[in-house]
């Protein structure tokens, strides 16, 4: 297999999510941030874990992100948009993704007890459920999101 360095635009945007997840770490929840972008690349919407705090077990960085940016819409539909989350999303992120119907994910970690775009399970582009295929870019600044991820715990430890 080939792999395709990233590009500048992806190196950038995950910089935003890396700053989202900073922001959690600080806050003590597990250091996981997302960013969504519009079609002309505008931030529509951030996340970072909140499960913590509120306590909310829907409380992860995707969903928020999606949440903000369809109230920034005012549309449950996320056409033309991109996820940038520094971790391989979940089940339950991953079938939000494909709700909103968000054409392109990057990721940067993988989640290798309970990813599900490609590690564990690849909800994302299985073609038998009922919504779009979305493009998946893997491996984005993976270095800097794991490390985020193995201080936090080597903390908590």
Same mark, same amino acid.
């Given at each position: 297999?080939?792999?395709?360095?990233? /590009?500048?635009?992806?190196?950038?945007?995950?910089? =935003?999510?890396?700053?989202?997840?900073?922001? $959690?770490?600080?806050?003590?929840?597990? *250091?996981?941030? $997302?960013?969504?972008?519009?079609?002309?690349?505008?931030?529509?919407?951030?996340?970072?874990?909140?499960?913590?705090?509120?306590?909310?077990?829907?409380?992860?960085?995707?969903?928020?992100?999606?949440?903000?940016?369809?109230? /920034?819409? %005012?549309?449950?539909?996320? @056409?033309?948009?991109?996820?940038?989350?520094?971790?391989?999303?979940?089940?339950?992120?991953?079938?939000?993704?494909?709700?909103?119907?968000?054409?392109?994910?990057?990721? %940067?970690?993988?989640?290798?007890?309970? %990813?599900?775009?490609?590690?564990? =399970?690849?909800? &994302?582009?299985?073609?038998?459920? *009922?919504? *779009?295929?979305?493009?998946?870019?893997?491996?984005?600044?993976?270095? @800097?999101?794991?490390?985020? &991820? @193995?201080?936090?715990?080597?903390?908590?430890?």
């Amino acid at each position: 297999m080939t792999l395709i360095p990233p /590009s500048a635009f992806e190196i950038t945007a995950m910089g =935003y999510a890396l700053d989202a997840a900073r922001e $959690a770490a600080a806050a003590g929840e597990v *250091p996981i941030g $997302a960013v969504l972008l519009g079609p002309d690349l505008e931030v529509l919407g951030t996340g970072r874990n909140t499960r913590e705090a509120v306590p909310d077990p829907t409380g992860h960085a995707e969903v928020l992100a999606i949440r903000a940016a369809c109230a /920034s819409l %005012g549309d449950r539909i996320l @056409e033309g948009c991109t996820l940038v989350v520094t971790l391989e999303p979940c089940v339950m992120c991953a079938g939000v993704i494909l709700a909103a119907r968000v054409p392109t994910v990057i990721f %940067g970690a993988w989640d290798e007890k309970a %990813g599900a775009a490609g590690s564990v =399970y690849d909800l &994302l582009r299985d073609g038998r459920l *009922p919504h *779009p295929v979305p493009q998946v870019v893997v491996g984005v600044r993976e270095d @800097e999101c794991a490390a985020l &991820l @193995e201080e936090f715990f080597a903390r908590m430890r």
